[in-house]
């Protein structure tokens, strides 16, 4: 859902507290290891075919697997309240029932056959997790009304301004324990690898400290934390949110912040994460889309590649693309209503194509591979560094400017005759100068 307030207790009696002091582990867990040169599309089932169906959306996974998409991260799959619904069909993350398929979608047996699909073709598959919260008619509320908040009238209490959803006590240890069980349901019941958690940053630590160790018994499942508070990492999840360097990014785009700001944020993040935590990388996603219009609002026509790019080749990034970026639809989707997309045009397929290939054959780009700033021209609008790992390098020059920039690399060891990725052929990198296109973007590979 969408980020309203970072960091910030729900202020009600009862509400959930982070647990930042806890004396959790400074380092997070071993990732499974096909997620180091990873990448995530985010599937919006309802608006991503006419039918609006995970039998529709089958049809597009060949399609998503050329294009080189590893892992499929489903917006939440559970029926959908209808007390409080906003607009015709209401927001995926007010669920009444979470050991239940939403009908809108179809049934537990589709999601189970599309499940054995999608690891058919290799690729890995997530699905949203509401934690928070319920919709405001979830069965808890009248089975175990202890499982809820209470507001100043003795009534289960809304969570945030969300009108349509209900705040979960996570003082509640049945509750806390009901919800491992439905979350354990999903990953024995239909072999899922992992999930993204919605607003896992109002949920305290010692309920994460519980819960991954749970799951991970069951099958070493991929957590990512919808949030960028350290103690999330702390806690047992393999990857956040980078929300700092996300707005940056945007003020970047902006022309309202230099380039060398993006240093501020990664090196604010190197202080703030134990080593290791992959960051989930974006130019869009459902909220940004639906409330920011990102990334055509956002990262408009040109603007857009070279963040991309920046998305799917920085450290510690693990990249995401939403469902139809690769067209692109440049549109904000309505998110409590259909408003189905279409695929004819497919305009940067190719583009995350070859962002993928290389992020999956090269080290280089592993989340864990080294990084190394580079100056090669006005830093104020050029962003350029070194990503290396097991004798691999790969080299990026961004140009994040509406004005064309001189380029000049002066470091020896990247000079030669490296392997253009874009124009899929090596070619001679000297230390003469050279320029680059307004919003343009350089990527070699070495060692190919």
Known sequence: MKKIFLGLLLALSGAATHGQKSSAP?????????SLQGNIYEVNVRQYTPEGTLNAFAKHLDRLKAMGVQTLWFMPLNPISKTDRKGSLGSYYAVADYTAVNPEFGTLADWQRLVKEIHKRGMKVLIDWVPNHTGADHRWLTQHPEFFVKD??????????WADVRQLDFRNQAMQDSMIA?????????????FRCDVAWNVPA??????IPQLKQVKNVYMLAEGDSAYLPRSGFDSVYPWHMFKKMVQVAKGQ?????????????????????QQLYFTSNHDENSWNQSDFGTFPGPVHAPFAVFSQTMADALPLVYSGQEEPVLRALKFFDRDPMSFQKLQRATFYKTLHALRQRTPALASDAA???????????VYAYVREKAGRRVLVILNLSAQPQTITVKDKTLLGKPYNVFMGTAEPLTSKPWQVEPWGYV????GK
Do not use: N
């Open 257 to 277: 912040r230099p380039a060398t700001s993006l240093d501020s944020v990664y090196q604010e993040q190197l202080r703030l994460y134990p080593k290791g935590t």
């Open 182 to 194: 439905a979350m354990r349901y999903w990953v024995t019941k239909t072999d899922i690898d992992g």
């Open 206 to 211: 010692t309920f994460w400290q519980k819960c």
């Open 443 to 446: 990527v070699y590979e070495y």
């Open 371 to 381: 990084f190394r700033k580079l100056s090669v021209g006005d830093d104020r609008a």
């Open 152 to 161: 100043k009238e003795g009534k289960p209490a809304v969570a945030f301004d």
């Open 26 to 34: 400074t380092t997070p867990p071993q990732h499974p290891a096909w």
